[in-house]
Nanobody, 119 residues
Framework: QLQVVDSGGGLVQPGESLRLSCVVS??????????WNWYRQAPGKEREWVSG?????????KYADSVKGRFTISRGNGKNAVDLEMNYLKPEDTAVYYC?????????WGQGTQVTVSS
């Protein structure tokens, strides 16, 4: 059974940084076939896409306009992990962040990790 665990959230002040991690376990397919995406959901708002990557390809990572230049998605510690480095955080980045993994035409979600940006 494939499992997705996302972590790394916390409370920070505006302008500070956080690194989120997404780790997959129980994968029976080739890890290189996995597409990784981060989403977030703020209170009272719909879930929105933040960033995505398929590390095994030459295609570049993608970012929502709201985070472009501040967030970086990359391979994490090991091929079964992806990180989201978040710099220059703003109060409007406050949300629950979810990792979503796509493989074999199926989608798997992490449980979410809370990011709060407040002074």
């Amino acid at each position: 059974q494939l499992q997705v665990v996302d972590s790394g959230g916390g409370l920070v002040q505006p302008g500070e940084s956080l690194r989120l991690s997404c780790v997959v376990s129980g994968l029976s397919s080739n890890i290189d076939d996995v597409v990784w995406n981060w989403y977030r959901q703020a209170p009272g708002k719909e879930r929105e896409w933040v960033s995505g990557i398929m590390p095994s390809t030459s295609r570049s990572a993608k970012y929502a306009d709201s985070v472009k230049g501040r967030f970086t998605i990359s391979r994490g510690n090991g091929k079964n992990a992806v990180d989201l480095e978040m710099n220059y955080l703003k109060p409007e980045d406050t949300a629950v962040y979810y990792c979503r993994v796509s493989v074999d035409l199926r989608l798997y979600w992490g449980q979410g990790t809370q990011v709060t940006v407040s002074s």
